[in-house]
């Protein structure tokens, strides 16, 4: 168990449907990050929340948004949904601002989106 | 740009077999960090081990055991003795502070470890 908590685990959704996946990071991290794993893409890198604030961002479509309140738990927004979006949508977590500076980033349990 | 390649997409063993993943990375910085994860039949990520550009020394932890070589940019991990339940995709990570994925991900090798 990473400590890190993603709900739902599963959802099933409509094509133009909107849903919100949720978050909650390791007890003591600052930073949320979003992950797309598909098939044809691999595991994605979509944004990334630091103590509140956008930090980064990577390959987020502009249908997806994300925010990190100030409890620190993230939640992910994905509207008009489409075929393709279907995937296992990661949240993980670190202390600092980014695994580059010697943190570990730990991995959630993922949500596994499909779209029909 | 970063670069992570895990040129096994599939690798399968028997049981008790030892099994080298293989993983080479790309990057201008010279400090980074390099990760390993695994990743079960249930989805979940789980962190193995993670390794900064500076520490060259090999790693081992039970059956596990890592081999960083920067002069071939390469962070190879072996698992000994290999179980059944080892079966799983794992995940060679790149981070380093050009890139603002955070975490650059190799394509995965899906090991498969037969009784």
């Known amino acids: 168990d990473s400590g890190v908590t993603q709900t739902p685990k599963h959802l099933i959704t409509a094509t133009g449907q909107r849903v919100t996946l949720r978050c909650s990071p390791r007890s003591g991290d600052l930073s949320v990050y979003w992950y797309q794993q598909s098939l044809d893409q691999g595991l994605q890198f979509l944004i990334q929340?630091?103590?509140?604030?956008?930090?980064a961002k990577g390959n987020i479509l502009e249908r997806f948004s994300a925010q990190q309140f100030p409890d620190l738990h993230s939640e992910l927004n994905l509207s008009s949904l489409e075929l393709g979006d279907s995937a296992l949508y990661f949240c993980a977590s670190s202390v600092g601002k980014s695994g580059n500076s010697g943190n570990t980033i730990y991995f959630g349990e993922g949500s596994w989106l499909t779209v029909v | 740009a970063q670069k992570v390649t895990q040129a096994q997409t599939e690798i399968s063993v028997v049981e008790k077999e030892d099994v080298t993943l293989d993983c080479v990375y790309e990057t201008r910085d010279t400090t980074y960090y390099l990760f390993w994860y695994k990743q079960p039949p249930s989805g979940e990520l789980v962190f193995l081990i993670r390794r900064n550009s500076f520490d060259e020394q090999n790693e081992i932890s039970g059956r596990y055991s890592w081999n960083f070589q920067k002069s071939t940019s390469s962070f190879n991990f072996t698992i000994t003795a290999s179980q059944v339940v080892d079966s799983a995709v794992y995940f060679c990570a790149l981070s380093a502070p050009r890139d603002a994925r955070q975490l650059t991900f190799g394509s995965g090798t899906q090991l498969t470890v037969l009784p």
């Open positions: 929340y630091y103590n509140g604030e956008e930090r």
